[in-house]
């Protein structure tokens, strides 16, 4: 029997937490990740080296990889060099993937050639090959260019674009056209998700494939971005970009959160736990699966990732 296909679309945390436990099923993953990231790392190398960014893609390759822990955690190392160096900081994945790229001109071929270095049994695929920069236009009409700048600045945005042409990997078109599932991510809405969705080629993909589309909502708000939005507004922010009736089902958690650590959140970090808002979900016309699917690891509230996963699965074998 054939194995069943999935393409998740996202960046590199929100995709992982998916991938932790999904990876282990007996399916075919493609992993479609997000290249405009500016910040730390992997903004640097983009500046120094005018390559699409790697940090994203290596977190989901050390996340698929079967080698022994010890091993995978080199990838995610930062290296500690006298104050100054250039070296400083950087994850040594990152350092891989951009002296790859250097060598073969193809972000493509370098996770490739990565992936069987890592024993990565599943597709990892860039949106792009290209180098591109993320810009937010706010409500006020403020144009904010860079991904960071766009999370960091905590505004509301009226639109998302690109400042280069982007050029979808025809690869990743083709994944979603023979796909029996694609998933949009858990992450933020508008520097994980959104990277792919204002993308032409993707949007109409995503409207002509077979495929069901399902969304997994955010567990928790965005600073800013998302301010006490329900389950309805993440779909109906996603739906502004890929057209109404696109979406075949939404996964949200109904976990009731610990008060306390609510608490710390909201005064910490500004997030509130994202509302599955029944009045609103009652006419809607896509599926909504609910499950306590939210658990705390040191100290953050996250996905079970071993619980959506077996939600993810049983909807797929249907």
Same mark, same amino acid.
């Given at each position: *029997?054939?194995?069943?296909?999935?393409?998740?679309?996202? &960046?590199? $945390?929100?995709?992982?937490?998916?991938? *932790?436990?999904?990876?282990?099923?007996?399916?075919?993953?493609?992993?479609?990740?997000?290249?405009?990231?500016?910040?730390?790392?992997?903004?640097?190398?983009?500046?120094e080296?005018?390559?699409?960014?790697?940090?994203?893609?290596?977190?989901?390759?050390?996340?698929?990889? $079967?080698?022994?822990?010890?091993?995978?955690?080199v *990838?995610?190392?930062?290296?500690?060099?006298?104050?100054?160096?250039?070296?400083?900081?950087?994850?040594?994945?990152?350092?891989?993937?951009?002296?790859?790229?250097?060598?073969?001109?193809?972000?493509?071929?370098?996770?490739?050639r990565?992936?069987?270095?890592?024993?990565?049994?599943?597709?990892?695929?860039?949106?792009?090959?290209?180098?591109?920069?993320?810009?937010?236009?706010?409500?006020?009409?403020?144009?904010?260019?860079?991904?960071?700048?766009?999370?960091?600045? +905590?505004?509301?945005? +009226?639109?998302?674009?690109?400042?280069?042409e982007?050029h979808?990997?025809p690869?990743?078109?083709?994944?979603?056209?023979?796909?029996?599932?694609?998933?949009?991510?858990? &992450?933020?809405?508008?520097?994980?998700?959104?990277?792919?969705?204002?993308?032409?080629?993707?949007?109409?993909?995503?409207?002509?494939?077979?495929?069901?589309?399902?969304?997994?909502?955010?567990?928790?708000?965005?600073? &800013?971005?998302?301010?006490?939005? &329900?389950?309805?507004?993440?779909?109906?922010?996603?739906? +502004?970009?890929?057209?109404?009736?696109?979406?075949?089902?939404?996964?949200?958690?109904?976990?009731?959160?610990?008060?306390? *650590?609510?608490?710390?959140?909201? $005064?910490?970090?500004?997030?509130?736990?994202?509302?599955?808002?029944?009045?609103?979900?009652?006419?809607?016309?896509?599926?909504?699966?609910?499950?306590d699917?939210?658990?705390?690891?040191?100290?953050?509230?996250?996905?079970?990732?071993?619980?959506?996963?077996?939600?993810?699965?049983?909807?797929?074998?249907?």
């Amino acid at each position: *029997m054939e194995k069943k296909k999935v393409v998740i679309l996202g &960046g590199g $945390t929100g995709s992982s937490r998916i991938l *932790m436990s999904l990876k282990d099923l007996p399916i075919d993953i493609t992993a479609v990740i997000t290249v405009s990231d500016n910040g730390r790392s992997t903004g640097v190398l983009r500046k120094e080296f005018s390559i699409p960014a790697v940090g994203d893609i290596r977190k989901v390759l050390s996340n698929l990889s $079967t080698l022994p822990s010890e091993l995978k955690e080199v *990838m995610e190392e930062r290296l500690t060099a006298s104050e100054g160096s250039d070296l400083n900081n950087h994850a040594i994945g990152n350092l891989i993937l951009a002296s790859l790229f250097k060598k073969t001109g193809s972000l493509k071929t370098s996770i490739e050639r990565l992936s069987k270095l890592l024993q990565v049994k599943h597709k990892v695929l860039p949106l792009s090959e290209d180098n591109l920069t993320l810009v937010g236009e706010t409500v006020d009409g403020e144009i904010i260019e860079g991904e960071e700048q766009i999370t960091y600045s +905590k505004k509301i945005y +009226k639109r998302l674009f690109y400042k280069e042409e982007p050029h979808v990997l025809p690869e990743v078109i083709e994944s979603i056209n023979t796909a029996d599932l694609v998933i949009i991510s858990i &992450g933020s809405l508008y520097t994980s998700i959104m990277p792919h969705l204002i993308c032409k080629d993707i949007v109409k993909a995503l409207n002509e494939t077979p495929a069901k589309v399902m969304y997994v909502c955010n567990a928790m708000t965005q600073p &800013g971005e998302t301010d006490n939005f &329900g389950v309805s507004d993440h779909v109906k922010t996603l739906e +502004k970009y890929i057209g109404k009736d696109t979406i075949d089902v939404v996964v949200a958690s109904n976990t009731k959160i610990d008060e306390e *650590m609510l608490k710390k959140y909201e $005064t910490k970090e500004q997030k509130d736990q994202v509302r599955i808002d029944y009045e609103n979900l009652k006419d809607a016309s896509y599926e909504v699966i609910e499950s306590d699917l939210v658990t705390t690891e040191e100290g953050k509230i996250t996905h079970n990732s071993l619980k959506l996963s077996s939600v993810i699965f049983s909807y797929l074998m249907r």
